[in-house]
């Protein structure tokens, strides 16, 4: 099994709404990571979770909140987010945080805030 | 700063033809590339990488190469084939050395034309 899978597809959301975004890899991978990308943009890196531990915040608000309940999922909570959040959510994961390991990439979350 | 960025924003390209999308980078401490491919919907996925000990590499119908003098590397794809649609991404190690992050440039979108 050499995915990534990621869950909901779409997602709708109002600015007082609490949300979740959820993501899951069964290869074993120690290093987790959760990107964000703007509509004809590069992803941008979010967080980065090594052994289910975090390792890097790149400066994100805290309306989302990462988690990595163990080594196979990991969840990105969102609460009181903006219109600008709206972008797809990406999810990847790598057998460990040394960045010369292939990244694999879920389908991502597209998620609107309203 | 993002210091990886392409050329051309868009490439037009006969099927059947090959296919060269070019990136720059600014810092000469950069030691790791990678190309990425994404597809309408999809997650990026990696295609092929090249450390800075070396001037190319070659993959199936794919070659990237690696100008250290002048900061620039390049993806061949060969025999260009309607599945080869998608926006390519050049990413690099960030060059601050931390090891869990990889910064993608702004991306090239690749049309075949029939």
């Known amino acids: 099994d050499t995915e990534v899978t990621q869950t909901p597809k779409h997602l709708v959301m109002g600015m007082t709404n609490k949300k979740s975004l959820k993501c899951e890899q069964h290869m074993g991978h120690r290093a987790m990571y959760w990107y964000k990308q703007k509509a004809k943009k590069p992803p941008e890196l979010m967080f980065v979770y090594s052994y289910e531990k975090l390792s890097i915040n790149e400066s994100v608000p805290s309306r989302f909140s990462p988690e990595c309940p163990n080594s196979s999922l990991l969840n990105l909570h969102l609460h009181a987010l903006q219109p600008e959040d709206s972008a797809l959510y990406l999810c990847a994961s790598s057998q460990d945080r040394d960045s010369y390991n292939e990244q694999f990439f879920g389908p991502g979350t597209r998620l609107t805030v309203l | 700063g993002e210091s990886v960025g392409l050329h051309l924003p868009t490439l037009s390209v006969q099927e059947g033809d090959n296919s060269i999308i070019n990136c720059a980078y600014s810092n000469s401490a950069s030691d790791y590339f990678i190309w990425y491919k994404q597809e309408s919907g999809k997650g990026p996925q990696f295609i092929i990488d090249?450390?800075?000990?070396?001037d190319k590499r070659q993959g199936q119908r794919v070659t990237v190469l690696l100008n250290k003098t002048v900061k620039h590397l390049s993806l061949q794809i060969a025999a260009t084939q309607p599945g080869d649609s998608a926006v390519y991404f050049c990413?690099?190690?960030?060059?601050?050395?931390?090891?869990?992050?990889?910064?993608f440039g702004k991306g090239t979108r690749l049309h075949i034309l029939p």
């Open positions: 990413a690099e190690k960030d060059p601050m050395n931390r090891d869990d992050k990889i910064i």
């Open positions: 090249i450390r800075s000990n070396m």
